[in-house]
């Protein structure tokens, strides 16, 4: 865990690793809205399971931003001053984004077994906003530090001590 490598055994690039974590976070997050509808359509899954699945996925977002800010981001503000204005902003979405889960886990947690309508707006619009903020991170981060952090020594730590977490498989 926290090895640096890609598939074929070369050291693989901080920035490339960012990518490939929003990739598994909007692959996650798209696993959980198709759960909620499921559940919404009372075509099965238990509220527990929902839960579950829901603080699972707000966790491992968690732990990526924590990660980001107390890794990767420094050593952005150090070697890349001209960069400090975007990290800033970066650290401002993750404080935004933490709001947005807590308000996720919160409607989640508050389900019904039979949801009515009222509970499937709630949910649904959680969600929607969620998607729209990360999205938003996500694009935007992809956009102006993916070539810094590929260009930091894989010295500088591994993927989990910069970024908080590792994609499944690696």
Same mark, same amino acid.
């Given at each position: 865990?926290?090895?640096?490598?890609?598939?074929?055994?070369?050291?693989?690039?901080?920035?490339?690793?960012?990518?490939?974590?929003?990739?598994?976070?909007?692959?996650?997050?798209?696993?959980?809205?198709?759960?909620?509808?499921?559940?919404?359509?009372?075509?099965?899954?238990?509220?527990?399971?929902?839960?579950?699945?829901?603080?699972?996925?707000?966790?491992?977002?968690?732990?990526?931003?924590?990660?980001e800010d107390a890794g990767a981001f420094p050593?952005?503000?150090?070697?890349?001053?001209?960069?400090?204005?975007?990290?800033?902003?970066?650290?401002?979405?993750?404080?935004?984004?933490?709001?947005?889960?807590?308000?996720?886990?919160?409607?989640?947690?508050? +389900?019904?077994?039979?949801?009515?309508?009222?509970?499937? *707006? @709630? %949910?649904?619009?959680? $969600?929607?906003? #969620?998607? !729209? +903020?990360?999205?938003?991170?996500?694009?935007?981060?992809? *956009? @102006? %530090?993916?070539?810094? $952090?590929?260009? #930091?020594? !894989?010295?500088?730590?591994?993927?989990?001590?910069?970024?908080?977490?590792?994609?499944?498989?690696?």
């Amino acid at each position: 865990m926290g090895d640096h490598r890609d598939a074929r055994g070369r050291l693989a690039a901080f920035g490339d690793e960012v990518v490939r974590i929003h990739e598994w976070l909007r692959d996650e997050l798209a696993r959980l809205e198709d759960d909620v509808e499921v559940h919404l359509a009372g075509r099965g899954g238990r509220p527990k399971d929902l839960k579950a699945h829901c603080l699972a996925f707000c966790s491992a977002v968690t732990d990526h931003h924590q990660g980001e800010d107390a890794g990767a981001f420094p050593l952005l503000d150090r070697d890349f001053p001209e960069l400090r204005p975007i990290v800033e902003k970066l650290k401002q979405d993750h404080v935004l984004v933490s709001g947005l889960l807590h308000n996720l886990q919160r409607v989640v947690d508050g +389900i019904p077994a039979e949801p009515d309508e009222a509970d499937a *707006r @709630r %949910i649904r619009g959680e $969600l929607a906003g #969620l998607n !729209a +903020i990360l999205e938003s991170h996500f694009s935007f981060e992809e *956009r @102006r %530090i993916v070539d810094a $952090l590929n260009s #930091l020594p !894989a010295g500088s730590g591994t993927t989990e001590s910069l970024l908080g977490v590792t994609t499944p498989g690696r």
